[in-house]
C-alpha cells in the first residue's frame, strides 16, 4: 500500500519473546512487544506511532469508564510454510470497525490509519506470529473515548490502539448451548450490529446463570418476542437442517456481520449446499431436534472458527445433537478455511494480504 502516513516508531528495549512460552500460549494472556497507538483531537487522528506495550495513564472522569463509548475488533494473522505472514480479510475488520463507530458516535478510522497501523506493528513483530500448525496471532484494534468531562455527549478526544497476542491452537470442543428466553443481547433500534464494549457487559451476567447450570454459552432470541434464534454473542451460529444451512440474517440490527460467518456462507454455494439466510424459529429449532432432522449446528467466529455444539437445551429439554462425521459441512468448511488463511491452498477470493 503506498502511504503518506507517517508513523513514529519506538522499539522496545527488551523483548518479552525470550520469557513467551510459544507451547503454552493462554488466549489474550500473552502480549506482543509493541502496540499501535493514535489520538483524535480537533477533529483529526493525528499522532500516530508504535511503542513499547505499556499500561495507560487514565483520568478517573475518562469518558468512557462512565458512558461506554467503546468499540473493538478482533482478528487473525497466520504465518505460511514460508514464513511469511498473511491476513484474512483485515479490510472488513476496518469497515466494520467504521460501522461501529458510526453507531457510538466515535469518529471512523481513515483505511489509511487502520492498515497502515496495522501493517507496520506486525512487520514489527513478526516474530510473534507463531509458525506451528493450528496457531496464530490474535489482533485486537479498538477506538475509546478519552475527554475528561463527566457530561453525557460525545467525547470530543479518542484513542485507537492496536495491540496483539500470539495464540495457540484454538480447537473448541464441542460446546453446549441454552435457548435464552428471558434476557435480550440485542434489540432493533439498539447496537447488536455494533462490535461495541457495552453489548459484552449486558451478556455477562445471562451467560453466567447459564454457565451455572452447566451450559458454555447461550443462543440469544429476538428480545421482543424470544421467538426465533439470532445468535451467540461471540459467535454467529448456523443450523444444518436436513441438507439446508439456515443461519439468521443480518438486516435487522441485531447481529454482528461476523466475517467468519460470510467466509462460511460464500465457501457453502461454492460447494454446492443450500443456504437459507433466514430467521429460524424456536419452535422450529425444537421440531428438528425431536425429528432429527438437525444434522449439524455450530457457532463461526474467528477465535475457533467452527465451534461445534454438541448439546442444545430448548425449553429446558436437553438434546444431544449427534455425532459430527469428518465429511460433515462444518468440518469440511473448517479445513478449506484454514487451508486458505495459512496459504496452503489457492485464495481465490482475495480474502490474503500479505505483510
Ligand atoms: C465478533 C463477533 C462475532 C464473530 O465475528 P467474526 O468476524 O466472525 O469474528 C459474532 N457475534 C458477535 C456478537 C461478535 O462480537
Given at each position: 500500500?503506498?502511504?503518506?502516513?507517517?508513523?513514529?516508531?519506538?522499539?522496545?528495549?527488551?523483548?518479552?519473546?525470550p520469557k513467551t512460552d510459544f507451547d503454552n500460549l493462554?488466549?489474550?494472556?500473552?502480549?506482543?512487544?509493541?502496540?499501535?497507538?493514535?489520538?483524535?483531537?480537533?477533529?483529526?487522528?493525528?499522532?500516530?506511532?508504535?511503542?513499547?506495550?505499556?499500561?495507560?495513564?487514565?483520568n478517573p472522569a475518562n469518558a468512557t469508564l462512565h458512558y461506554?463509548?467503546?468499540?473493538?475488533?478482533?482478528?487473525?494473522?497466520y504465518k505460511n510454510v514460508s514464513g511469511e505472514i498473511l491476513l484474512f480479510r483485515p479490510e472488513a475488520n476496518q469497515k466494520r470497525l467504521n460501522e461501529s463507530a458510526e453507531r457510538m458516535c466515535i469518529p471512523a478510522v481513515p483505511e489509511e490509519v487502520f492498515m497502515e497501523g496495522l501493517f507496520q506493528l506486525l512487520d514489527l513483530d513478526r516474530d510473534w506470529v507463531p509458525a506451528k500448525a493450528g496457531a496464530s496471532l490474535y489482533i485486537r484494534p479498538f477506538v475509546f473515548a478519552t475527554d475528561d468531562y463527566l457530561g453525557v455527549r460525545p467525547s470530543e478526544k479518542y484513542k485507537f490502539m492496536i495491540f496483539t497476542c500470539p495464540v495457540g491452537n484454538y480447537y473448541s470442543k464441542p460446546v453446549s448451548v441454552k435457548v435464552e428466553s428471558k434476557y435480550t443481547r440485542a434489540i432493533e433500534g439498539g447496537t447488536g450490529y455494533a462490535k461495541a464494549a457495552g453489548n459484552y457487559a449486558g451478556s455477562l451476567y445471562p451467560a453466567l446463570l447459564a454457565q451455572k447450570e452447566g451450559y458454555d454459552q447461550l443462543l440469544w432470541t429476538d428480545g421482543k418476542n424470544h421467538q426465533h434464534i439470532e445468535e451467540s454473542g461471540t459467535m454467529n451460529v448456523m443450523f444444518m437442517i436436513d441438507d439446508t444451512i439456515v443461519t439468521a440474517p443480518t438486516n435487522t440490527g441485531t447481529i454482528l456481520k461476523g466475517i467468519t460467518r460470510d467466509s462460511v456462507l460464500v465457501l457453502a454455494k461454492e460447494m454446492g449446499y443450500k443456504v437459507e439466510e433466514?430467521?429460524?424459529k424456536v419452535s422450529e429449532l425444537e421440531n428438528a431436534l425431536k425429528e432429527g432432522q438437525l444434522k449439524e449446528a455450530f457457532g463461526t467466529g474467528t477465535a475457533a472458527t467452527?465451534?461445534?455444539?454438541?448439546?442444545?437445551?430448548?425449553?429446558?429439554?436437553?438434546?444431544?445433537?449427534?455425532?459430527?462425521?469428518?465429511?460433515?459441512?462444518?468440518?469440511?468448511?473448517?479445513?478449506?478455511?484454514?487451508?486458505?488463511?495459512?496459504?496452503?491452498e489457492e485464495d481465490t477470493h482475495g480474502w490474503i494480504q500479505k505483510v
Open positions: 500500500m503506498k502511504t503518506t502516513l507517517q508513523i513514529d516508531i519506538k522499539k522496545t528495549e527488551k523483548s518479552k519473546l493462554v488466549f489474550g494472556q500473552s502480549i506482543s512487544d509493541h502496540m499501535f497507538v493514535a489520538d483524535y483531537i480537533n477533529g483529526e487522528w493525528t499522532d500516530f506511532r508504535i511503542e513499547p506495550y505499556t499500561p495507560l495513564s487514565l461506554g463509548q467503546s468499540i473493538f475488533e478482533g482478528m487473525k494473522a433466514r430467521f429460524l467452527i465451534a461445534h455444539i454438541a448439546r442444545i437445551n430448548v425449553n429446558g429439554v436437553d438434546y444431544t445433537l449427534p455425532e459430527i462425521p469428518g465429511n460433515a459441512f462444518s468440518n469440511q468448511v473448517l479445513r478449506k478455511l484454514d487451508a486458505i488463511k495459512y496459504g496452503l
